[in-house]
């Protein structure tokens, strides 16, 4: 059985990805919690820690939201390094010219409260 993280209220979990989506920052809290360090993440994708039991469809609405120029928000279920998983509120925002003038997006996170998980769950598994 997967093992669930719990994050805490002052979690805040921050990455920054280029535009293909491949990592180029992580913070502490981020690292802390998927269980990877910084070095482990860094030019990985992102979807590194997706977990299996969010659909493919939640990721297609994100990157369309994304690629139009404009804030996705949305309930999401990550994967940890060693197998468990945890629940977040993230906003992702397109982040044109992080690096000579290219884009990449920023994706911020917090701990998700338990109805907001049950909503997103339920959500979800209608897809």
């Known amino acids: ?3 669930e993280y719990l994050l805490e209220d002052t979690d805040f979990l921050v990455s920054q990805t280029d535009a293909h989506g491949k990592i180029v920052f992580a913070n502490e809290d981020f690292c802390k919690i998927a269980g990877y360090t910084l070095h482990e993440l860094v030019g990985k994708p992102h979807s590194i820690v ?3 039991d969010m659909p493919k469809e939640a ?13 996705w928000k949305g309930y999401i ?6 197998g468990g998983y945890y629940w ?6 397109p982040n044109v010219g992080y690096k000579d003038g290219k884009s990449g997006y920023i994706s911020c996170r917090r701990k998700a409260n338990a109805i907001e998980i049950r909503t997103a769950f339920d959500h979800y598994t209608k897809k």
């Open 77 to 82: 279920k990550n994967k940890t390094k060693d």
């Open 1 to 3: 059985m997967e093992k």
């Open 50 to 52: 997706r977990h299996p």
């Open 88 to 93: 977040v509120f993230a906003t992702v925002y």
């Open 59 to 71: 990721f297609q609405a994100l990157w369309k939201t994304l690629k139009g120029g404009n804030i």
